[in-house]
């Protein structure tokens, strides 16, 4: 019993999960890239945390069984009557309540994440150890949301590799899921397949992002362009500041684009440009005046 993916390398518990956690990751370098300046989430700090300990631990199959049986097996127990829904309704919209993050406005200070995660209480080296699949799938709708559903493949993107972990973690042990609980993963994971397909076939290249105006604007979501507009008009009739402002830019740029954040090479261009306008102030030394005696020729 195998699920066929023609552009998605899921083919195991292992990849699944890989799958899964890439997605997450993903979602979390997005949403920080679109607030601009945000802080790491700590859910995404955990997930990082908890890749790292499953690519160890899933070395060899027997790692791989240890990994189902105290983590994945646990979760379906306590939401199976959730996880084994049809993922969509007959109006092709995506049933996710289950798996959202509720609004929370009491202060909590358990540091276990909210809604659906892995996690196991056998062993003490485990026990500081999730994988918050709610909060990074809510995380990844607000997103989508926000920009009109521009990012809604990050979603379907965390319910695949949700389903495709059950379906391949669960398959083989009847004595946890039945036949019935098998086929209802393997169901939704063929439509979200077939949903992230009928995406991909829908995505376009938008024109005016383009270029490296487009990827500045994209990693600064929320900087009004407006406003660079109007400074580059004011800057126009002045070859010193429009020269300036040049230079600003192409920093920008190519800092992106070597992969540096932002913010960091934000911080580089203000710290150069603070040490410039501070060496320009330093005061010269004194020459003298001339009201001292005038220098003495050598005799001749």
Excluded: C
Aim: net charge negative; proline share 4%; charged share 25%.
């Amino acid at each position: 019993m195998s699920l066929k993916m023609t552009s998605v390398n899921i083919n195991d518990v292992k990849s699944s999960l890989s799958f899964l956690m890439s997605a997450m990751v993903d979602t979390g370098r997005v949403v920080m890239r679109e607030t601009f300046g945000m802080q790491k989430p700590s859910w995404l700090s955990q997930t990082e945390r908890f890749e790292s300990f499953f690519s160890q631990l899933s070395a060899d199959q027997a790692g791989v069984d240890s990994f189902r049986d105290k983590f994945v097996v646990p979760l379906f127990t306590t939401s199976k009557e959730s996880v084994t829904s049809r993922i969509i309704n007959d109006n092709d919209v995506i049933q996710d309540q289950f798996i959202k993050v509720k609004e929370d406005t009491q202060l909590r200070l358990n540091k276990a994440p909210r809604g659906l995660h892995l996690h196991s209480d056998e062993g003490s080296a485990l026990k500081s150890l999730y994988l918050p699949i709610s909060e990074a799938y809510t995380n990844a709708v607000e997103m989508s949301m926000k920009h009109k559903q521009r990012n809604v493949m990050f979603p379907v993107k965390i319910l695949l590799g949700f389903y495709s972990m059950l379906f391949y973690s669960l398959k083989d042990v009847p004595e946890h899921a039945s036949h019935e609980d098998v086929e209802s993963f393997r169901e939704n994971v063929k439509i979200l397949k077939e949903y992230m397909d009928s995406l991909d076939e829908k995505e376009e290249p938008d024109e005016q992002d383009n270029g490296p105006m487009g990827m500045i604007k994209n990693l600064l979501g929320n900087v009004n362009f407006d406003q660079i507009g109007d400074m580059m008009n004011k800057v126009t009739n002045d070859e010193a500041a429009s020269a300036e402002f040049k230079q600003v830019f192409d920093k920008m740029t190519s800092g992106i684009q070597n992969g540096e954040a932002p913010m960091d090479v934000m911080g580089s261009i203000i710290k150069e440009a603070t040490l410039k306008a501070t060496e320009e102030t330093t005061v010269a030394p004194i020459e003298d005046s001339g009201t001292s005696a005038p220098p003495t020729t050598p005799s001749e």
